[in-house]
Every structure is written in structure tokens, then in C-alpha cells.
């Protein structure tokens, strides 16, 4: 299921992107579609990417604002800072039809989309599947690369490009943007409001 923030842009590549950042990539943004993909379009990657990563339940994505988004990582990582996705991992009751759900940052993915060179539909679903492994158990911080490994074998499938751990390998000054970690969101974010506090945290490392 996606979601649409009633705060979010419906034009993001219009407000999201400053004039300095516009003059140096105009020519290549001239040539990619950074406008928001529609509903439609990332409900079925979702379906595709979620059976990829053989990930059971429902899950949520919300396309949000950098403000919404702060909010979340300060409120679950103590990190009062905007980033990119954030992983909810159901728990507890109902966690057997509830994978959990993710919260992506527009006008970060935007940014994202700009400095990578590709269109902002490709950074959400680079995002969208981020996520959605770290929803099935997966922590590149604890692991020895098996999340990496994982990651880049179902980029190749999906067809999308570098993914977001590598990225933080290849260009360290991109980490403070880039989250891969995750608080959990429950599916009281489908009706508007919180998070659940009763859920255990899992998988809060970025």
C-alpha cells in the first residue's frame, strides 16, 4: 500500500531542489523524469520487489516531507536530522499479516535522485527495497555483508542501479543522509496516527 502525505509537494522536483543545485545538474535533469511516480506505478514494484525479497504481509510505504521525516528519526534514533528511508518492522499482535512499513523522504530521495543521475521513481524503488529487506531481518551494520550481497543480487533483478550501501562505501559524505535503518511504524499510520509504542524496536541502526 502506498501512501501520499497530505504535506508532500505533488511538484517536489519544483521545491526540493535549490538554484545552485539546478544550474550544475540541468542538463542531466533535462533528461530524467523527476517527477513523483504515481501511486499506480510503486504499488507494483512494491508487489514485485516484496516478492523478490520473499517478504510476507502487508506492508506500508509513506511518501513523506523531510520535515515528517525528521520527526520520526529523532523521535525512534535520537537523530534530529532528515534521511532518506526509514524501516517499521511489525511486531507483536498482527505481526504475522503486518511485515511493517517504511517512510521515505521525497525531497531527500529527490536530492538523491539528482546527485546519482537517475529519475526519482528509480530512487524511491532503490529505496523501497532498502527498506524492505531490512522488514525481513536483514542489518548491514551487524552482518558481514550478507545484506550488501542480497541487496545488489535483487538490484540486478529489479533492474535498478547502485544501491545505498554502496554508495556509503564508495562516498562517505553521503552516510549522513543516507539511513538504512529503522524504527517501527504500525499500521495506525495507515489511518494517521502513530506509531505504536507497545512494538519492539528492531533494526534501529542506520
Known amino acids: 500500500m502506498i501512501l501520499l502525505d497530505p504535506d508532500l509537494d505533488p511538484h517536489p522536483a519544483l521545491a526540493s531542489t535549490s538554484a545552485k543545485q539546478t544550474a550544475a545538474s540541468a542538463l542531466a535533469t533535462q533528461k530524467k523524469n523527476l517527477r513523483l511516480p ?15 525479497v520473499r517478504l510476507k504481509g502487508e506492508v506500508t510505504v509513506l511518501l513523506t516531507t523531510d520535515a515528517a521525516i525528521r520527526k520520526l528519526n529523532r523521535q525512534f534514533r535520537n537523530k534530529n536530522k532528515a534521511t532518506d528511508v526509514l524501516s517499521f518492522p511489525a511486531d507483536g499482535i498482527g505481526a504475522e499479516e503486518i511485515a511493517g512499513d517504511l517512510a521515505v523522504s521525497v525531497p531527500t530521495a529527490l536530492r ?45 533483478r529489479l533492474g535498478l542501479p547502485q544501491g545505498l ?8 559524505a553521503l552516510k549522513s543522509s543516507t539511513n538504512a535503518g529503522c524504527p517501527i511504524l504500525s499500521r495506525s499510520l495507515r489511518k494517521g496516527g502513530k506509531p505504536r509504542t507497545q512494538t519492539r524496536k528492531r533494526g534501529l541502526k542506520p
Not at 530512487?123 to 531481518?137: D, F, P, S, T, W
Open 38 to 52: 504515481s501511486a499506480r506505478t510503486l504499488a507494483r514494484f512494491l508487489t514485485q520487489a516484496q516478492t523478490a
Open 112 to 156: 538523491q535522485a539528482i546527485e546519482q543521475g537517475h529519475s526519482l521513481s528509480t530512487e524511491i524503488k532503490v529505496l523501497i527495497l532498502h527498506g524492505l529487506l531490512h522488514l525481513a531481518g536483514h542489518d548491514h551494520e551487524a552482518d558481514t555483508g550478507q545484506m550488501a550481497r542480497r541487496e545488489r543480487l535483487l538490484r540486478a
Open 165 to 172: 550501501i554502496e554508495r556509503t562505501k564508495v562516498e562517505p
